[in-house]
């Protein structure tokens, strides 16, 4: 990575240009929107075990709270640090500018192996929405057959494009969000505000309630691997996040709100799936069956979000040298081929995982990689002050220090609050990066794989003049 001061993305991203370098459409504004809406939530399936772990006040002032506290600042984060570096490999890209390519390639390994690990939930999930109409689907060889076969199935969707993706998500979120505000309105005469200020704090399952607040905001940066592929990154990046938060932060609060004050709470009850039983109490069974079959295709639109994220990543890697040559190789349709077939494989050999397991894991990986992006992002603000930042958070060095503190605690409680054996794995994944980063360094070295950085990047920067005219305002 050279010490050049013409650090531009022109040549890959140039603002006008509705199409990439190889001809494929890049992706506007609405379904980057819900690209971001399915990276981080999907809509408020899930959210149950908050009520269940706290109850309805505890819950409701969480997913406030959290959205302030860590989703805002790391949306913010996102928007600076992506349009700073419009390119496939994101959040690798950042760390490598600020850490250099070794721990860069450990913020891409531990990224990405969280990404799959989430991947590896949502066929289950799916399986486990469906399974109450298909009972075969509850176990056995019909359930493996079935995972196998949506995963190859939703596989072929990525690997067809990006914009297809992204419509797709358009159509699955409509539809999943629009029988629970159906049903909030429904709730609306049977609301008993004293219900949402039941709170018992001696029987708080701390755990449980933090893991899904966390599990339920997080991953706002994943669609930084995917910046190469936006329309005018520069303008549209930071205003999809602000939208997204809107709608992500809504899609949660808005249900939960109706919902514990419209029926009187049982702790016990709330867990997965349980807005459906909400729904078929004020609604009837069409509703009922209308939330559960919105569940199961917000499980899809997971999947695909996710594995576009994580195949681009891999490209964006390639792209950059980190990774051999051909990972960075397209399909005819533009989509990383090499990166997709690993995500897949990823998935199919990470299903056996209890939905706990998996939901513990990949929040351990994905705060060691998040601790990463926040040193990134403080030492690129110290050491390249004036480098270009299309979009920059309006706070100096010491307030976007102060920004970072309190999500930092977070993730510090939330890795101290993992079992022995979550912490166990995940360390034991992260060593296998340690060696994994200086072994593809010594195959490059005897020239057994090609590696070769992409003659449309920029060396990454060294010091950069600001270009004040080039700023993007964005409130949240």
Known sequence: MGDRLDFKYNSVNEGDELKGGHGIPKVSMIPLIFLIFYEVSGGPFGIEDSVKAAGPLLAIVGFLVFA????????????????????????????????GPFWGFQQGWAKWLSGVIDNA?????????VKSSVPALGGGLPRTLAVLVLTVALTYMNYRGLTIVGWVAVFLGVFSLLPFFVMGVIAIPRIEPSRWLEMDLGSVNWGLYLNTLFWNLNYWDSISTLAGEVENPKRTLPRALSYALVLVVGGYLYPLITCTAAIPVVREQWSDGYFSDIARILGGIWLHSWIQGAAALSNMGNFLTEMSSDSYQLLGMAERGMLPEFFARRSRYGTPLIGILFSAFGVILLSWMSFQEIIAAENYLYCFGMILEFIAFIKLRMTHPNASRPYKIPLGTV????????PALLIVVVMALASFKV??????????????????????????????????????????????????????
């Open 68 to 99: 302030l506290i860590w989703s805002i600042p790391e949306a913010l984060i996102t928007a600076e640090m992506g349009t700073m570096f419009p390119e496939n490999g994101g959040y690798v890209v950042w760390v490598s500018s600020a850490l």
């Open 121 to 129: 939930l949502y066929p289950v999930l799916f399986l486990d929405y």
């Open 399 to 406: 307030g976007a220090v102060l920004m970072i503190i309190p």
């Open 423 to 476: 912490m166990a794995v995940s360390i034991m994944a992260m060593i296998v990066g340690f060696v994994l980063q200086p072994c593809l360094v010594y195959v490059e070295k005897q020239r057994w794989l090609r590696f070769s950085i992409s003659a449309d990047l920029p060396d990454l920067p060294d010091s950069q003049e600001a270009a004040e005219d080039d700023t993007v305002p964005l409130v949240f």
